[in-house]
């Protein structure tokens, strides 16, 4: 149980475009989706969060302009990198937790490659 | 402020040996600690979590974790690791408050033959 997807596993655009990545929570309804950033070899960094009906909210330093998050239903979140640069390159994983948990369940992460 | 420090950056050991990857946290409250796995383009695994109840906390595929408040720590072990186990590990700490995470730095656990 608690199967988180993404689809794309990996996208290549090319610089200026926009590209959206969807995170699905496949067996459960998830109250809040978490959107982690995470460059090679080094930790994952917390974007966002994502609570179904509202708006998200963003770290310090995440541009909200650029990364929009839209939490249209209990088991969907989308991540749209808007005018994507080479230096949004990165690995994209999302998480899900159920209402009344602390747990996070992971997505297995979106690469992206911008040229 | 909440924060989670794993010292060693990579570990190698042989297969069939014990485990040890090392996690120290900081936190002004009662924390809730965590370790994830992370194998080559695969998403996260919890192998175990803490949240104030007993100390020793197993979790999946043989790892356990103990909380050792005086010292600060939540070492992960196993007791013979096997080829399998090699992969990224993340001590995590959630911040108090709310459900957000704060990862450690990662260790990479490399198994010799």
């Known amino acids: 149980g608690a199967v988180v997807s993404q689809h794309p596993s990996r996208v290549i655009c090319k610089s200026g475009t926009s590209v959206k990545i969807e995170c699905r929570s496949l067996d459960f309804q998830a109250t809040t989706m978490f959107w982690y950033r995470q460059f090679p070899k080094q930790s994952l960094m917390l974007m966002a969060t994502?609570?179904?009906?509202?708006?998200?909210?963003?770290e310090q330093g995440v541009e909200k302009d650029k990364f929009l998050i839209n939490h249209a239903s209990l088991t969907l979140s989308t991540l749209t990198v808007t005018s994507a640069h080479p230096e949004d390159s990165s690995f994209y994983i999302c998480s899900a937790r159920l209402a009344g948990e602390e747990t996070q369940y992971f997505g297995p992460g979106t690469r992206l490659l911008v040229l | 402020a909440q924060s989670v420090t794993q010292l060693d950056s990579h570990v190698s050991v042989s297969e069939g040996t014990p485990v040890l990857l090392r996690c120290n946290y900081s936190?002004?409250?009662?924390?809730?600690l965590f370790w994830y796995v992370q194998h080559p383009n695969k998403g996260l695994q919890l192998l175990l979590k803490y949240t104030s109840a007993a100390t020793l906390v197993k979790g999946i595929n043989g790892f356990e974790a103990e909380f050792k408040k005086s010292e600060t720590s939540f070492h992960l072990t196993k007791p013979s690791a096997h080829m399998s186990d090699a992969a990224e590990y993340f001590c995590?700490?959630?911040?108090?408050?709310?459900?957000?995470?704060?990862f450690g730095t990662g260790t990479r656990l490399k198994v010799l033959a």
């Open positions: 994502s609570n179904e009906g509202s708006k998200a909210t963003y």
């Open positions: 936190s002004s409250y009662s924390p809730s």
């Open positions: 995590v700490v959630r911040r108090p408050g709310t459900y957000k995470y704060i």
